[in-house]
T-cell receptor, first 109, second 117 residues
């Protein structure tokens, strides 16, 4: 079967750094997406990784290791507005997007 | 550019009634997805269309659910008859899909918050 695992909830402090992990077991791999979803809103695209390594985009970075079936989203200089759920999704061999359950990130002052 | 447009934003109705949710994808996108999201089950793919053709409807929970895409700019998701357990947020998303577009993300509409009493 296909499976994506993320922690259910994480807490971090404003100004700090947090790493949200995602492990996956899918039938094939054509890329991994991270989305952000604020409460009551739609998911919005954050990043896409298909090659191993780190992709940096401002305060957010995403890392991928295909051999380990592992990715993480790194958020630096946390702000209160970063409180949201973060969803990991993998594009499988049929180009279908398999979604994780999401990680709820709580930022405390 | 206009994003994915869904209507209505909120719907409250009594069980047994027919519910129709509407979606206008982003112009030029060739794939459209209907999702349901609840606290218990997270984001679930119900059905998706490629070039207006339904490709995978294995996520549609029951025969009470049906979806159509009569043209490239419009899709509907219908529930008939509706039940309280159908209460959820229903999202429509679109993307430019295909092997040459694997890095293209799905863009979501604002969703329809459906409450069945």
């Amino acid at each position: 079967g296909q499976n994506i695992d993320q922690p259910t909830e994480m807490t971090a402090t404003e100004g700090a750094i947090v790493q949200i992990n995602c492990t996956y077991q899918t039938s094939g791999f054509n890329g991994l997406f991270w989305y952000q979803q604020h409460a009551g809103e739609a998911p919005t695209f954050l990043s896409y990784n298909v090659l191993d390594g780190l992709e940096e985009k401002g305060r957010f970075s995403s890392f991928l290791s295909r051999s380990k079936g592992y990715s993480y989203l790194l958020l630096k200089e946390l702000q209160m507005k970063d409180s949201a759920s973060y969803l990991c999704a993998v594009l499988d061999s049929n180009y279908q997007l398999i979604w994780g359950a999401g990680t709820k990130l709580i930022i405390k002052p | 550019d206009a994003g994915v447009i869904q209507s209505p934003r909120h719907e409250v109705t009594e069980m047994g009634q027919e519910v129709t949710l509407r979606c206008k994808p982003i112009s030029g996108h060739n794939s459209l997805f209907w999702y349901r999201q609840t606290m218990m089950r997270g984001l679930e793919l119900l059905i998706y269309f490629n070039n207006n053709v339904p490709i995978d409807d294995s996520g549609m929970p029951e025969d009470r659910f049906s979806a159509k895409m009569p043209n490239a700019s419009f899709s509907t998701l219908k529930i008939q008859p509706s039940e309280p357990r159908d209460s959820a947020v229903y999202f429509c998303a679109s993307s430019l899909a295909g092997t040459e577009h694997s890095n293209q993300p799905q863009h979501f509409g604002d969703g329809t918050r459906l409450s069945i009493l």
